[in-house]
């Protein structure tokens, strides 16, 4: 029997319909749902769920024996339904709820249609890289890793800053900005795309470092290969700063160093042949559409 966990954030009472019909339909086919803990609980408090689930508390829990990671709802609860995921290599697709998203990209309207190919085998494994991160005082613990990207950045204040950027021990250059985004394949399609930074293709093995608001115009994003790791000290009129993995935020103080490297393993992201990611390019961008007459 197939074991397949299931991951939300806060439920709210429109998504109620979603969920009763991936659970249902994941016990037609002779599966077992199984929810993650807090998920559980908020459908039986907030809700009065009829039934009880087995469930899931950490990413120890997916090594043991799960078939299949599904996330519900958009891009951000996905990046968190990785992190339950990590070395596992259990396969991990999203079903969107919302708007469209680059991660999180299967309609809530063809649940039935994706676990029949999922049960068929119709789907490939499209492999995404992630960032490893360390600092002095492991700010992020077990959870030092990222699906789209890490950023440095200033707290609160109106000044900007100045990251000194080094990538392999070799002096690239000194960023006066109010941040700096370092970025996967992945995550190019995420912050650093609304900087100005470029779209990667997944499976490429690069890194990109893409300024936030540079106080020099030439200043321009930069794509490194990912074997080599980056390294930021960042300086400027604060005490401290803001460091967040994929929206987990953390303070670094000024002078510590932050390195950047490849992590040591890779997610394995479900995707079928007419739903790709040059497919939610085009259509999340708008690609090809004549906008100049729509009102």
């Not at 929810?35 to 090594?63: G, R």
């Not at 990912?226 to 005490?239: A, K, N, Q, S, Y």
């Not at 490849?262 to 394995?268: G, P, S, T, V, W």
């Amino acid at each position: 029997m197939k074991q397949i966990a299931i991951y939300a954030k806060k439920i709210i009472k429109q998504d109620l319909g979603v969920l009763r019909t991936l659970i249902d339909s994941i016990t037609q086919f002779g599966w077992k749902p199984i929810l993650e803990n807090e998920l559980a609980l908020q459908l039986q408090s907030k809700f009065q769920w009829p039934t009880t689930f087995e469930t899931y508390k950490s990413y120890i829990d997916l090594k043991n024996g799960f078939d299949l990671m599904i996330s519900v709802g958009g891009d951000g609860t996905f990046l968190r339904a990785v992190s339950f995921v990590r070395e596992s290599e259990v396969p991990i697709l999203g079903i969107n709820i919302g708007r469209l998203g680059f991660l999180s990209n299967l309609s809530k309207d063809q649940i039935d249609q994706t676990l029949h190919r999922f049960s068929t085998g119709e789907y490939e494994y499209q492999k995404r890289s992630l960032l490893r991160v360390q600092t002095i005082n492991e700010l992020f613990g077990e959870e030092n890793f990222a699906l789209n990207e890490l950023t440095l950045q200033k707290k609160d204040t109106s000044s900007m800053i100045k990251v000194n950027a080094f990538l392999d021990n070799k002096f690239l250059n000194t960023y006066w900005v109010d941040g700096l985004i370092v970025g996967t394949p992945t995550g190019s399609t995420a912050y650093s795309l609304s900087c100005g930074g470029p779209i990667i293709t997944p499976g490429c093995q690069v890194h990109i470092l893409t300024p936030i608001a540079p106080h020099n115009l030439n200043v321009r994003p930069v794509v490194v290969p990912d074997h080599m790791p980056i390294t930021l000290e960042v300086e400027g009129r604060d005490r401290s700063y803001l460091l967040t993995l994929d929206g987990q935020s953390r303070h670094i103080k000024q002078g510590q160093k932050v390195t950047i490297s490849k992590a040591e393993f890779m997610i394995n992201v479900i995707k079928f042949e007419d739903n790709n990611f040059l497919d939610t390019i085009r259509n999340k961008m708008l690609w090809g559409s004549d906008t100049r007459n729509d009102h």
